[in-house]
């Protein structure tokens, strides 16, 4: 199945206006191909296309209104490739789902959200090409409350929201977005353009078409973040180490509640929490520089670290003891490759 005809021409307009504005620049070089993702519990076929050269760029995830790999959606990775950006255009709903009636879609939209997921952690995984701190996506029409939910989650830096239909503003927005949010929409009369915006709140508006604008407002929302180390800061990475990842420490108090099967709540309760106090001491971590080696490739080791936690957490809340202990066994890999690097 194509993409519905309002979000094609949206789509077709933004690249339109795109080339127009580029002339007879040539453009840079780039490179794309279909990729298979891995996730915590679920595969998802994707599309990637990138700048050929660089490292520590800033990435951007692309869900479409209908999950296809296909056409515009594909044209669209490729353009973003070539404004620098390395773009992953997802097939996060192969059985069209999000089509069918509201119960089946109640039903299946957990599972829709894990691959979106899966392909946030994957992109962020794509180090040294990918700053994992830069990381934002695109939404058209159904596919923007799923950009608007990973920005809530904190998941993305920054999203674009666009509508296709003529002057149509999302429902249900947040009224403080976790993140940067742009909304996009076209065929507004002045005065219903003036209400939208007043009701928009913290999400800045753009009328389609709006290629320069998205790209204007991606590039500033991935701008490398100043140092947010304080001179005031008193915890070390020697510190989170001792403390988080130690035998004696959260980790090794996690490893030991994980040691045989149970099903106390309250055993599980404990494993969660420890779990979850793991994955906050990541944004210790960023906030700290490392000792040798490049931020850019610091900022992938502690989302390599993050994603591994992040799983055991989830296993922990489904009460998963194997799929626990598993992702807890990864762990040190990924601490031995952050050490070789760094330390």
């Not at 989650?153 to 003529?166: L, N, P, R």
Request: charged share 20%; aromatic share 4%; proline share 6%.
């Amino acid at each position: 199945m194509s993409l519905r005809l309002p979000c094609r021409q949206v789509l077709f307009s933004l690249l339109i206006y795109a080339a127009g504005s580029a002339n007879a620049q040539k453009p840079p070089a780039i490179s794309a191909a279909f990729v298979k993702v891995q996730g915590a519990g679920a595969t998802v076929s994707g599309y990637l296309a990138k700048p050929a050269a660089g490292s520590g760029l800033p990435a951007v995830l692309l869900v479409p209104a209908v999950s296809d790999l296909k056409g515009a959606v594909l044209e669209t990775a490729r353009d973003m490739a070539a404004h620098g950006f390395v773009a992953l255009a997802v097939d996060y709903d192969p059985e069209h789902v999000s089509q069918e009636s509201d119960l089946v879609r109640s039903v299946a939209d957990q599972q829709l959200s894990l691959r979106l997921t899966a392909a946030i952690d994957w992109l962020a995984r794509q180090r040294p090409l990918v700053d994992p701190q830069r990381v934002s996506a695109i939404g058209w029409d159904g596919g923007s409350a799923r950009i608007l939910k990973l920005a809530q989650q904190g998941q993305v830096h920054a999203g674009v929201m666009i509508e296709s239909e003529k002057c149509l503003a999302p429902e249900n927005l947040a009224a403080g977005p976790a993140a940067r949010m742009m909304l996009v929409i076209g065929g507004c009369t002045p005065d219903r353009e003036r209400e939208i915006r007043a009701s928009a709140g913290a999400y800045r508006v753009e009328l389609a078409p709006a290629w320069n604008e998205i790209y204007k407002f991606l590039n500033e929302a991935a701008a490398p973040a100043p140092s947010s180390v304080s001179s005031t800061l008193t915890v070390t990475i020697r510190d989170i180490m001792r403390v988080m990842n130690s035998d004696d420490g959260v980790r090794g108090r996690l490893a030991r509640l994980l040691t045989a099967p149970t099903d106390a709540d309250v055993q599980w309760d404990l494993a969660r929490s420890h779990a979850a106090i793991l994955i906050e001491s990541c944004d210790w971590l960023l906030g700290l520089p490392p000792p040798k080696g490049s931020l850019a490739s610091w900022r992938g080791h502690v989302a390599d670290y993050r994603a591994a936690t992040q799983t055991i957490l989830k296993a922990a809340e489904q009460h998963d003891l194997p799929g626990a202990q598993q992702a807890l066994g990864r762990l040190p890999q990924s601490c031995g490759s952050c050490h070789a690097d760094h330390r």
